[in-house]
């Protein structure tokens, strides 16, 4: 049973002053757009919440506004469902909210504080900055785009390290080096591996032999780990051109000032 006083303070994110009310339609586009960038990355849910993803389906569950709110906001303990109300603005949040419950039948869902406190949900940015986001978490391109491993500002996948340094130029980029891939070698296969852990009770790593990388785990001994690979970089930025390259670099500068 959800604790009832816990609760309060997510409803009062939903019933907030009409003042500050965004037409629904617009919200659900809204959520929908973050759902994609955020929630439809493969490993977790699909698009429009359908069956295809790691996660279960969310569309047509007869799920009500109460529990995907809490949900959404506070996770799912135990499981890969992480809590987005410390990660998201307050405003994505219900979005995202408002449109899952459009997937569960709920044509007017309450997005009363849509937009309250907190701003627009994303920073203003140059436009070539702001064409950079869009090309970052393109969901057209599927697992082509830079979102199916990087997380900037608490979207996208968090495969690899954060981007701590970013790279001067496009040519920078292709060329980027990768020390942290390692060689896993598993039952006489070789495949290049992002190393989570390796420790005495498990081997954990990530296979980057094809979009999107698998978390792959195996018992000791199973899987053999050797420093550097011959994968790189610029074999996964093919659906990209130079010039959104270009963009998306511009984004990522933005996105690193405090």
């Not at 996660?55 to 959404?72: H, K, M, Q, S, V």
């Not at 970089?233 to 998306?248: N, Q």
Request: charged letters at 15%.
């Amino acid at each position: 049973m959800i604790d009832a006083m816990r609760f309060l303070p997510l409803l009062w994110l939903a019933v907030s002053s009409p003042a500050w009310s965004q037409n629904v339609q617009d919200v659900i586009a809204q959520g929908e757009g973050v759902f994609n960038q955020t929630c439809a990355t493969g490993y977790c849910h699909a698009v429009k919440g359908g069956l295809g993803g790691g996660a279960p389906r969310l569309a047509a569950r007869g799920f009500d506004e109460a529990y995907i709110n809490t949900t959404t906001t506070r996770g799912l303990p135990g499981t890969s469902m992480p809590a987005f109300g410390t990660v998201l603005a307050r405003n994505d949040v219900i979005a995202v909210v408002a449109y899952v419950a459009s997937l569960n039948g709920i044509a007017t869902p309450n997005v009363g504080a849509a937009g309250r406190a907190g701003g627009p949900s994303r920073a203003s940015l140059p436009p070539d900055a702001e064409r950079g986001r869009e090309l970052f978490y393109d969901a057209v391109r599927s697992f082509g785009r830079c979102a199916t491993c990087h997380e900037v500002s608490g979207m996208g996948m968090a495969v690899a390290s954060p981007i701590s340094k970013v790279p001067a130029d496009v040519t920078a980029l292709r060329a980027l080096a990768t020390p942290a891939v390692s060689t896993a070698t598993v039952n006489g296969e070789a495949m290049p591996a992002l190393v989570v852990s390796q420790g005495k009770t498990h081997t954990v790593f990530y296979d980057l032999t094809t979009p999107p990388p698998v978390l792959r785990t195996f018992e000791p001994g199973e899987a053999k780990i050797a420093a550097g690979s011959r994968w790189r970089h610029a074999s996964i930025l093919g659906s990209y051109t130079d010039a959104e390259l270009s963009s998306v670099l511009a984004f990522l500068r933005a996105a690193a000032k405090p």
